[in-house]
């Protein structure tokens, strides 16, 4: 496929990679997982993403930080035993080829399909890709289609790693209602105002906020959602940091993610296609 100016082949580590560069700023997506590694805009020169200092780019291992893509379930909600099927599906380490790229003055934009849409616990006929687009913002979008005769179950995610300079100085700006948190057992509590981070933070927002803000002593970013009936917020803090062999035990201090998710027990009907859209600023 003929490449425009402002998209090259790089590579980290063992891994093939595309940078975009162009008037609004420059991303690099690393071809295994589809795996959105940097994005810098133009305006500012600031880093959006964090990505581990001890992340592998083996091309076996899923690569700590920038964006996973979490499908065709979110975490180990695939309804078979836990250690059976991979926690955030199996697409995040699958090989995904370059299907189309374009270029305007709206940006350029790269769409990427996966290896195989089939994998262990997901036999159905579906067809996926991930539309990444450097524009104004930096835009994410998971496409799933159900090309089959039969509804199936879809969870998924943009499981996007946000770097900040200080998580003890940051706050989430634009959440409401209730979460169930995973470091007590799945309850329910109602979100804090103002949402700031002292400890290991592990929620599924139930309210699908259209527009957050990061707020941390090296600046402001902003996440914009479509698509999604949750936001996931995730701190390892210092012990489950520490217990991660791609992670620092340092490395919770300058992170935290903010996913846009669809959790819960979602089915795709079929002929449906559900499109899932970070959009970074
Ligand atoms: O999205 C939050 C979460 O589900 C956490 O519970 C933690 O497991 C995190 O994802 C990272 O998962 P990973 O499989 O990438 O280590």
Avoid at 232 to 259: F, H, S
Wanted: hydrophobic fraction near 35%; charge should be negative; charged fraction near 20%.
């Amino acid at each position: 496929m003929q490449l425009p100016s402002s998209i090259t082949q790089a590579s980290r580590g063992s891994l093939d990679t595309l940078v975009l560069s162009n008037a609004f700023g420059r991303c690099e997506i690393s071809l295994f997982g589809a795996h959105v590694l940097s994005y810098v805009p133009q305006s500012d020169q600031r880093e959006r993403l964090w990505l581990s200092q001890s992340a592998i780019f083996d091309g076996i291992s899923a690569i700590r930080g920038g964006v996973p893509v979490c499908w065709p379930w979110f975490s180990d909600n695939h309804g078979n035993r836990q250690e059976d099927l991979p926690s955030h599906g199996y697409v995040r380490k699958q090989q995904w080829t370059l299907n189309d790229c374009k270029d305007d003055d709206n940006g350029t934009a790269v769409t990427l399909v996966p290896q195989s849409v089939q994998g262990p616990g997901f036999d159905y006929a579906a067809q996926l890709k991930i539309v990444v687009h450097l524009g104004e913002q930096l835009s994410i979008t998971l496409v799933t289609r159900n090309l089959g005769s039969e509804p199936f179950p879809l969870s998924c995610a943009l499981h996007t790693y946000f770097a900040v300079e200080d998580i003890q100085r940051s706050e989430l700006i634009g959440l409401k209602g209730e979460y169930l948190d995973k470091t007590r057992g799945f309850d329910t509590f109602s979100t804090p105002s103002p949402y700031r981070f002292t400890m290991e933070t592990d929620r599924i927002h139930l309210d699908a906020a259209e527009h957050l803000t990061i707020q941390h002593p090296g600046g402001v970013t902003e996440v914009d959602s479509s698509g999604h009936n949750s936001i996931v917020v995730w701190n390892p803090w210092q012990d489950k940091a520490t217990a991660m062999a791609d992670m620092r035990e340092d490395g919770y201090l300058t992170m935290l993610c903010v996913e846009t998710a669809v959790t819960g027990d979602v089915s795709l009907a079929p002929g449906q296609t559900l499109a899932l859209q970070q959009r970074i600023g």
